[in-house]
């Protein structure tokens, strides 16, 4: 650790020191004239932007997907929750819904595809994020949790669930 400090207060840093800010200072001039925004602004980063995580959690639906025949005729109590990766900065800063994702779509994104039947949950939780991605392309990571309740296994089981994430 001496050392470092050392080589920090001698003449050799100072000088390497101002040698890279008078070729950063060119650079940036440089891509000024020509017309080339400077990448290392972080106000205009990706890094600066307020993702965040949005979760429909909860979501109840009687449907009618199953394995078996009378899964398809009797139909079963279902509860989808959906997270997603989106940007938040413009809702944070404007607070108009206008700028925010919107959540009563995403329910009636998965609405619509809870009433088609389906033999398996897997394929039930690829409609909804294939779906969701269609229709909003903006979003990043979608994680969906679909559980059927006391599902006809032979036994006492609360739920069966699955999760899948594109």
Not at 155 to 162: D, E, F, L, T
């Amino acid at each position: 650790m001496q050392g470092v400090l050392n080589f920090r207060h001698s003449r050799h840093f100072s000088a390497l020191w101002s040698l890279c800010a008078k070729v950063t200072r060119v650079v940036y001039k440089r891509k000024k004239k020509i017309g080339i925004k400077n990448t290392l602004n972080l106000q205009h980063s990706k890094k600066s932007k307020r993702m965040g995580i949005i979760e429909l959690e909860g979501m109840e639906f009687y449907a009618y997907h199953g394995y078996f025949k009378s899964e398809r005729i009797i139909g079963n109590r279902f509860e989808v929750s959906i997270s997603i990766e989106a940007d938040c900065e413009a809702a944070s800063i404007s607070d108009h819904l206008s700028d925010a994702l919107n959540y009563e779509g995403i329910y009636n994104l998965v609405k619509e595809e809870m009433q088609h039947r389906s033999h398996l949950l897997e394929h039930v939780a690829g409609r909804i994020l294939s779906s969701i991605h269609e229709t909003y392309p903006e979003v990043g990571k979608v994680r969906v949790k679909v559980s059927k309740a006391r599902p006809p296994m032979g036994g006492h089981i609360k739920a069966v669930s699955v999760t899948m994430e594109r």
